[in-house]
């Protein structure tokens, strides 16, 4: 197996071990698709990963954000706390898109579920 940086192969092997469809890294420049797409493995960062998610199902990832802050207990966290942790560990177009759903959403007050049909995904760079 060969990569860029030899001290990877090991995150490949264990990628292409356990049959995984993603690696997920902020250090996709080790990971060259010519090396890796063999094994029809996917590389992405973090921030593109969460972006994926958000594209295809946005209520639900949302949903799971204001579950996790209030879950927070030792320290109690905000919302916006939680978005500009995200941030700053670098998933900075992930957030984005949170951050405007957090701005425009609305609860349903007789079963409190979660709306967000009107809330346009921000266009990603390419």
Do not use: W
Request: some cysteine; proline content about 6%.
């Amino acid at each position: 197996m060969q990569l860029p940086d030899e001290d990877d192969r090991h995150v490949l092997a264990a990628a292409i071990k356990c049959k995984a469809d993603i690696l997920i890294t902020f250090n996709k420049k080790d990971f060259p698709s010519r090396y890796v797409f063999v094994h029809n493995i996917l590389v992405e960062t973090p921030d593109e990963f969460a972006c994926r998610l958000l594209k295809a199902n946005l209520p639900k990832v949302f949903q799971a954000l204001l579950n996790q802050v209030n879950a927070l207990r030792n320290p109690p966290q905000n919302t916006e706390q939680v978005l500009d942790t995200l941030e700053n560990c670098g998933l900075s177009e992930a957030t984005a898109i949170l951050k405007e759903a957090l701005a425009t959403y609305t609860l349903n007050q007789s079963n409190m579920s979660l709306d967000l049909s009107d809330t346009p995904l921000p266009k990603q760079k390419s």
